[in-house]
């Protein structure tokens, strides 16, 4: 039932292709495996067979871009299995790509790889090697064969522009093969192979011309598709389709600098150096001083503590004789005077040092002379003599 309907959509496209075709305008020979042109080297013809060779199940195109870490979310969402196609001429993958791809089929879904020249990382890690035998000696039509059920080749013929389909896959192990022989190029040699992984299945193909219009629209080559994925039984929920002429991996953040052994181990070599300086830098870095406050002058506090002790106690006369007893030794330090007789000749030269007046300096004597006569201190007084002794201070 399905090769029918392939059977009856193919001249149909035939024909859509023909009646599109002008002329004047040139032939795009490119292989850009696009999935939406109708170029010969696209894949226009091959994406719109899907839904006929997988009935029921829902097709979506995969970005080249995409990475394939995320496999088991983007293309496990859904609790049927899937089908995962790439198809282009050159296809790379990172490590950890290859991790998720293998992941992916031993839990039961399906891959095919079609591509001329894959990732030699890849293949060493299936331990395959490609090769491409390029001996078209100036023919200009190459056969392929792809085994059916009953282990018989079916032959395909293509007539090729600039594209040849000679790459072939080969085994360092040839007793104990790894994989299982589906197609092969005109020399017989294995271009088509299988993997049975888990319970998936993975099938590898060197020759992606043979997914493109060019390839499928001639002679009965349309069939090749159908004979292909007659090795994928099974419905599927889901089949994705990603397409790209190089694909080239597309690293981020470090993956690009991991990548490369030497830069990898240079980047290690930066990142020891960088903690050992750490390391060091912690321990040599000195404390945080804490802010030490001002000492403050305990003996002006002292002084003033001891003043208002004996002003609250109305002791007037004492801490008059105090102050007088402060003031003098004022000036004997800073006017160097002799403080024992307090005469007129004292007055002129305290005030002519001082620089203050004869009758502001002669007043404040006075007041010095009451004390020390005995003459009895209120508070009135106390306050007279404090303002004059604060005014000879810092008056003018």
């Not at 001329?116 to 990382?121: H, I, L, P, T, Y």
Request: with cysteine; net charge positive; proline share 3%.
């Amino acid at each position: 039932m399905r090769l029918n309907r392939i059977t009856l959509l193919f001249p149909t496209l035939l024909l859509l292709l023909a009646g599109c075709s002008r002329k004047d305008k040139p032939t795009y020979w490119y292989a850009d495996f696009d999935q939406v042109s109708k170029n010969p080297y696209s894949l226009y013809l091959a994406y719109n067979s899907l839904p006929s060779l997988f009935p029921g199940a829902s097709t979506e195109r995969l970005k080249s871009s995409s990475r394939l870490t995320n496999l088991g979310y983007q293309l496990r969402r859904n609790k049927g299995k899937s089908l995962l196609m790439m198809v282009g001429l050159r296809l790379q993958f990172a490590t950890d790509e290859v991790d998720s791809l293998l992941a992916f089929v031993e839990a039961g879904h399906q891959v095919v790889l079609s591509a001329a020249r894959f990732d030699d990382a890849f293949l060493d890690r299936l331990r395959l090697e490609q090769t491409s035998e390029s001996s078209l000696s100036g023919k200009k039509r190459q056969l392929i064969y792809l085994k059916d059920k009953s282990n018989q080749a079916q032959s395909f013929a293509y007539s090729y522009h600039d594209r040849d389909i000679l790459s072939v896959f080969s085994s360092s192990d040839t007793v104990t093969a790894p994989f299982f022989t589906l197609g092969l190029n005109e020399q017989k040699q294995p271009d088509c192979i299988m993997f049975a992984i888990g319970e998936g299945r993975m099938i590898l193909h060197a020759a992606p011309v043979a997914f493109t219009n060019h390839f499928l629209l001639q002679g009965e080559n349309h069939r090749y598709l159908d004979a292909l994925f007659s090795y994928l039984p099974g419905k599927y929920s889901n089949v994705y389709l990603c397409s790209f002429n190089y694909r080239d991996v597309s690293y981020s953040d470090w993956g690009v600098l991991w990548r490369n052994k030497a830069t990898r181990t240079a980047l290690l070599l930066t990142f020891l150096a960088l903690f050992i300086f750490v390391l060091f830098e912690m321990k040599r870095r000195q404390q945080v001083i804490p802010v030490i406050p001002p000492v403050e002058n305990a003996s002006v506090a002292f002084v003033e503590t001891i003043g208002r002790l004996y002003f609250n106690k109305k002791d007037h006369t004492n801490l008059a004789e105090k102050m007088v007893q402060h003031f003098l030794d004022f000036v004997r330090n800073h006017y160097y005077l002799n403080t024992n007789l307090l005469d007129q000749d004292f007055i002129r030269n305290l005030a002519a040092k001082s620089g203050k007046g004869i009758a502001q300096t002669d007043t404040l004597v006075h007041y010095i002379r009451e004390v020390q006569a005995g003459a009895k201190t209120d508070e009135a007084f106390l306050y007279t003599l404090y303002n004059q002794i604060q005014e000879f201070y810092h008056g003018k």
